[in-house]
């Protein structure tokens, strides 16, 4: 093993190795039995509490519909975002200054913005409009135009970066055999650029699913956090709850990732594309990083504002 | 037009938003603190700390942040009784604990970010030191660590402006930020539209310095290859 920060260990560095992992066992195991020590002490060990998540009514009653209800929200959002996306990603492109400077603007602003302050003004819009919305689907409503408006401006500069990190001969190419400027974008640019992209788009999924919590807690939408409320209050174990709440989510945002990093590395190798692949971790890592210069792929870092 | 907004004072709207301030900052140098080990971890020799790292990356980022600062409300404090010294005051209280959730949280992005930017500089680099006769100390001081910290700030930045940005789910446990204020002002007030520009001016205010800032700064210490 060598890295650029140190040689391959010799036998005086693999003593220290070996040294140090047994430090750092005990550490972890200290820290093991002091979290076993806190739930017992605290009675969250016993098995009256974690009996229910054996059997099928928590998972078919609270659980599952909860779960259910994140997918719902998060495809519905993905769904409309991704569109509305690749049309300011585009318009920001555009020839045209002021086309370029309102999908500009509107980008921009909607990225500085949280996006639970975008779900609560949703919220009330909604409460305050003569649109007939009943009260049970509201926050159903609330979330996803939240997550709607966050996540376009993210995807719109995905969809720019991904048109930006195609060859410049593409473009050049197609005004040779006499192609328009909107034939190019949709039969040349597009197409290459929607591979390119997938990864991250499938990671900005990630994101999205992670952020329909925010609905849960603050707007009453009954999805898996909100799930959890009911299910332990109905079964009274907050803790054991919570545990299994946060390994759903781990298990379905590890699926995405997963399958991101997979078509990332798929679509490296593959042959008929031009090379172009925004990492999975350029959006995942963090939203707002999608401004950066990549495109290379391993220059994840230097991106910047 | 604006009188609405001097009926409020617990928070005022100034009080919320330096609350976000204080959230961000206070939070900010805990997950740069803890992002920092968990990077060396990460890249250290031992495959014991490598394989703790990318577990504890792998588990936090894929958990909602919700998840975790509701957790440290409903569980640390309800149940286990860990209040972080701040006693019965429940501000306080809730105060720390949901800085200790952002911590817990962030330090998983600034680990990769700092990851990410270790990577960026070129085995030959090391290579080429230690074939000029630099010793350890010497290759990761004059050489790597000046590249790598250069390359980290545009990412860091970008994790601090989501961060800024997430201090609002502390909300969710009570904690009179900007978000909490808000809530409370557009359900009673009817200046919907109005209440909305200003707690996204606030935020656009806060966050669009922060970037150009350091995106600048990136962009002029950024190592030319």
């Given at each position: 093993m060598s890295s650029v920060l140190y040689d391959t260990p010799g036998p005086r560095a693999k003593r220290r190795n070996i040294l140090l992992s047994v430090v750092f066992t005990l550490l972890l195991a200290l820290l093991l039995w002091w979290v076993w020590r806190t739930m017992d002490d605290n009675n969250q060990l016993e098995w009256d509490l974690w009996q229910?998540?054996?059997?099928?009514e928590a998972w078919t009653t609270y659980l599952l519909p909860g779960l259910a209800d994140t997918l719902k929200a998060a495809a519905i959002s993905m769904v409309i975002a991704l569109p509305l996306g690749a049309v300011f990603g585009i318009a920001r492109m555009s020839d045209h200054a002021w086309v370029r400077g309102v999908a500009g603007t509107v980008v921009e602003f909607f990225r500085a913005i949280p996006v639970l302050l975008l779900m609560l003004f949703a919220n009330e819009l909604y409460v305050r409009?003569?649109?007939?919305?009943?009260s049970e689907e509201r926050p159903l409503y609330a979330v996803v135009t939240g997550l709607v408006l966050y996540n376009a401006s993210v995807l719109a500069e995905v969809v720019r970066a991904g048109i930006l990190s195609l060859p410049r001969g593409q473009t050049e190419a197609a005004y040779a055999v006499g192609l328009r400027k909107g034939q190019t974008m949709t039969s040349i640019l597009l197409p290459q650029a929607v591979t390119a992209m997938l990864p991250a788009i499938v990671s900005q999924l990630v994101v999205i699913v992670k952020d329909t919590a925010l609905g849960g807690v603050m707007?009453?939408?009954?999805?898996l956090l909100n799930a959890r409320q009911t299910l332990a209050a109905n079964y009274a174990n907050v803790i054991p709850s919570f545990i299994v709440v946060a390994i759903i989510y781990i298990i379905v945002n590890f699926i995405l990732t997963s399958f991101a990093s997979w078509l990332e590395q798929r679509l490296r190798r593959s042959?008929?594309?031009?090379?172009a692949v925004l990492g999975e971790d350029t959006v995942e890592v963090n939203p707002a990083a999608v401004r950066g210069g990549f495109g290379t792929g391993e220059n994840t870092g230097g991106g910047g504002f | 037009m604006f009188d609405f907004i001097s009926d409020y004072d617990d928070p005022s709207l100034w009080g919320a938003f330096w609350m976000t301030v204080k959230l961000t900052f206070f939070s900010g140098i805990g997950s740069l603190v803890w992002g920092t080990l968990l990077a060396a971890m990460r890249v250290s020799p031992v495959p014991l700390m490598r394989g703790f790292g990318t577990a504890y990356v792998n588990i936090v980022r894929n958990i909602p942040l919700t998840v975790i600062i509701v957790f440290t409300s409903l569980?640390?404090?309800?149940?286990?009784?860990?209040?972080l010294g701040a006693g019965d005051d429940v501000k306080v209280m809730s105060f720390r604990l949901a800085i200790l959730g952002f911590i817990v949280y962030t330090a998983a992005f600034v680990c990769e970010a700092i990851r990410s930017g270790i990577n960026t500089v070129p085995l030959g680099q090391a290579e080429a030191a230690r074939a000029i006769g630099l010793n350890f100390s010497q290759t990761l001081r004059l050489i790597v660590l000046p590249q790598a910290f250069r390359s980290v700030i545009g990412p860091l930045a970008n994790v601090l402006i989501a961060l800024t940005k997430n201090t609002t789910v502390a909300a969710a446990i009570g904690v009179a930020e900007a978000a909490y204020l808000m809530k409370t002002m557009i359900e009673n007030e009817a200046q919907t539209l109005l209440i909305g520009a200003v707690f996204a001016f606030g935020f656009v205010v806060l966050t669009l310095p922060t970037g150009l800032f350091l995106g600048w700064l990136s962009k002029r210490l950024a190592v030319k290859r």
């Open positions: 229910p998540f054996t059997t099928g409009s003569s649109l007939n919305i009943s707007l009453g939408f009954t999805e042959k008929k594309s031009t090379g | 569980g640390l404090a309800d149940i286990f009784r860990i209040t």
